[in-house]
């Protein structure tokens, strides 16, 4: 995993294009019904963020 759970979810609360998967991920720390790159469209299973959004967001939390 490239960053924690919680800044995952702190990015997801304050990016623009957040947009949850149909079938969301469930993980322990947070459920698919919760903000979080894990469960955006965006984000590949790589853990990188297709529009290029996750460092500029992570940068300024």
Same mark, same amino acid.
Request: one cysteine or more.
């Given at each position: 995993m490239r960053a924690s759970k919680e800044t995952y979810e702190k990015v997801a +609360? $304050?990016?623009?294009?957040?947009? $949850? +998967?149909d079938q969301g991920v469930t993980n322990s720390a947070c459920d698919s019904s919760c903000p979080s790159c894990l469960n955006c469209t965006h984000f590949t299973s790589d853990e990188y963020c297709v529009l290029d959004l996750y460092d500029p967001i992570a940068k300024n939390l």
């Open positions: +609360k $304050k990016c623009t294009s957040y947009d $949850k +998967k």
